[in-house]
């Protein structure tokens, strides 16, 4: 059973940048380096949406339009990790952040893609 737990800050005020991390266990290093993975956030009163998704086999990127130029996925796949790194933030970015996995090909960052979901992360960017 594939097990996800994300962390990181938070509280940022606006223009700061913050680093979200996403934690997999559960699974082999083989096998996870088969998944994509993705960040998704659901803003106050908004639906679940992706933010940004990276594909386990040909590491293909998706970014929202609305964070390109500001957010940065990454993954290590020896650690079992993903990282989400924050810049420019601004007060619509908070609401809270989930990291998501499934076994498929390629990076679409739609959510009835992924099974396995962390329990979220709150990011609230505020003055």
């Known amino acids: 059973q594939v097990q996800m737990q994300e962390s990181g800050p938070g509280l940022v005020e606006p223009s700061q940048m913050l680093s979200l991390t996403c934690t997999v266990s559960?699974?082999?290093?083989?096998?996870?380096?088969?998944?994509?993975v993705g960040w998704f956030r659901q803003a106050p009163g908004k639906e679940r949406e992706g933010v940004s998704c990276?594909?386990?086999?040909?590491?293909?990127?998706y970014y929202a339009d609305s964070v390109k130029g500001r957010f940065t996925i990454s993954r290590d796949n020896a650690k079992k990790m993903v990282y989400l790194q924050l810049n420019s933030l601004e007060s619509e970015d908070t609401g809270v952040y989930y990291c998501?996995?499934?076994?498929?090909?390629?990076?679409?960052?739609?959510?009835?893609?992924?099974?396995?979901w962390g329990q979220g992360t709150q990011v609230t960017v505020s003055s």
């Open positions: 998501a996995a499934e076994m498929f090909t390629g990076y679409v960052c739609s959510l009835s893609k992924y099974d396995y």
């Open positions: 559960g699974i082999s290093e083989f096998t996870w380096s088969h998944y994509a």
């Open positions: 990276v594909s386990g086999s040909d590491g293909g990127i």
